[in-house]
């Protein structure tokens, strides 16, 4: 089982950690800062530099099969470290804070289209939301709302509720594609300060107005009931 430190606090960079197991699979830390995919959100990127050793470059993160020990997959052909091994673990923070900033823009995009989530991705500083709607949607119109919703700078919060306080809330649940984790009994909500309130595993900054401008370059008609809206962050 790995501690998930990004959890608590997603601009922790860095961290002292200790090698449970090494296989072809990926590297188990105990602790860890690096996001495992999921949620919509990639895995993160990075390295591991072993005490007294070598600098493993991490191309991906992800869950293993028990969904409770974080998987930290080396390049190809790295040498891996042995078990009980001292690491320092460092994620690629330049791409983790675009895609921290692009989460939390698609949570805004929720906000400013409040029409059921049938999916989406988060990307480097760019991401996308699937929707079940039906009405023409003005581009213009949604980037303008958008922006206007960043430039608040509304802070950015977590909570923890119990699985039986969801199940008596389904209207928090704005993803019908991606449920949330039931069955450890408590479940992550993810709070826009008078704004939005949703189920969500991901990283996000602490405040809206570090996205930074937002675009939105794409509404495409996926089906008759179906919009895929497309936005794209400027550089900081
Ligand atoms: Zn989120």
Known sequence: ???????????RKETAAT???????????????FYPRGGGQPGDQGE???????????????????RQTILHVPADGAALPAPGAAVVARIDWRMRYGRMRAHTALHLLSVVLPYPVTGGS??????RLDFDCEATLDKAEVERK???????????????????ELDANPALVKTMSVKPP??????????IENLDLQPCGGTHVARTGEIGRASVTQIEKKGRINRRVRIVLSEL
């Open 1 to 11: 089982m790995t501690e998930t430190l990004f959890r608590d606090d997603a601009y």
């Open 19 to 33: 090698v449970i197991f090494a296989d072809a699979r990926g590297i188990a830390l105990d602790r860890t800062v």
């Open 48 to 66: 591991l530099a072993v005490d007294g050793g070598a600098t493993i470059p991490i191309v991906n993160t992800v869950y293993d099969a028990d």
């Open 122 to 127: 988060v990307g480097d500083a760019e991401g």
């Open 146 to 164: 958008l922006n206007e919703l960043i430039a608040l700078d509304a802070p950015v919060g977590q909570r923890w509720i119990s699985d039986e």
């Open 182 to 191: 039931l069955g450890s009994g408590r479940v992550r909500l993810v709070a």
